[in-house]
């Protein structure tokens, strides 16, 4: 997929009911194939984000498609835990926008839209595998809070969660 040669800067929109099946290949596609997960994490993506589409409180709640010529090239989401903590979900960045300042548009298009919906926190789950994504976190404030290995998806994984207090 070649989106760089004339492409216009990066849309950043909210989800329309069309996007779910993209956001789920999209995950299948890159996470398969940058860090061996298997069908488990296909069916754990897909199960949460048809349950927040069903559910979803409109105003506190959201998900975030970044596109380029029409093509979903990004994704980040954040989901109400409580009244004061917010969780960041299916942050995902097509490999070709990388490094091209789209994942720091979309971490402050959450932080953004969490400190106006006035929570107190963002909390987010990651594996250790997902160095740039790790490298985000703390760039934007993240701290890492816990971890424990996690076999689901794939082979010796460490699955760790970050906070950010706002």
Known sequence: MTLLNGAKPALIRTYQPADLECIVQRHTELYEREYGFGPQFVEYVEKYLL???????????NIWVAEVNKIQVGVIAIVKVDDTTAQLRWFLIDPEMRGRGLGNKLMETVIDFCQEKQYKRIMLWTVSVLDAARYLYQKFGFILTD????YTWAKNLMEERWDLHL
């Open 147 to 150: 971890s424990k290995k996690n």
């Open 51 to 61: 349950h927040f589409h069903e559910n979803h409180d409109k105003n506190r709640e």
